[in-house]
Nanobody
Framework: QVQLVESGGGLVQAGGSLTLSCAAS????????MGWYRQAPGNQRELVAV???????NYADSVKGRFTISRDNAKNTVYLRMNSLKPEDTAVYYC?????????????????WGQGTQVTVSS
């Protein structure tokens, strides 16, 4: 089984910073895409930042220049450093990975989600 476990959410004042972590564990052969989405109450889930299969990064316009995604391939972990946080960044942040798992035969490519971590930015 593959699991994505997020950590690092919390309550922060506007202008503050937080770093989220997401570790993928289990029978993982390769990770194609891994990154972060968020969902605020009443809104659809939206992309925040991801690493594509080629290693390039893609950010939502609303977070460019404030958020930075990074990764540790050896640990199958991605991080999201969030600076200059705004109240509109308040949401549940979800880790997402498109990966090939060796738990099946033949190996299978699937999309996985973490359980989500709450980020609340007070004004």
């Amino acid at each position: 089984q593959v699991q994505l476990v997020e950590s690092g959410g919390g309550l922060v004042q506007a202008g503050g910073s937080l770093t989220l972590s997401c570790a993928a564990s289990g029978s993982i052969l390769s990770i194609n895409v891994m990154g972060w989405y968020r969902q605020a109450p009443g809104n659809q889930r939206e992309l925040v930042a991801v690493f594509s299969s080629g290693g390039s990064t893609n950010y939502a316009d609303s977070v460019k220049g404030r958020f930075t995604i990074s990764r540790d391939n050896a640990k199958n972990t991605v991080y999201l450093r969030m600076n200059s946080l705004k109240p509109e960044d308040t949401a549940v942040y979800y880790c997402n990975a498109d990966l090939i798992s060796g738990a099946h035969f033949p190996p299978r490519q699937d999309l996985y989600w973490g359980q989500g971590t709450q980020v609340t930015v007070s004004s």
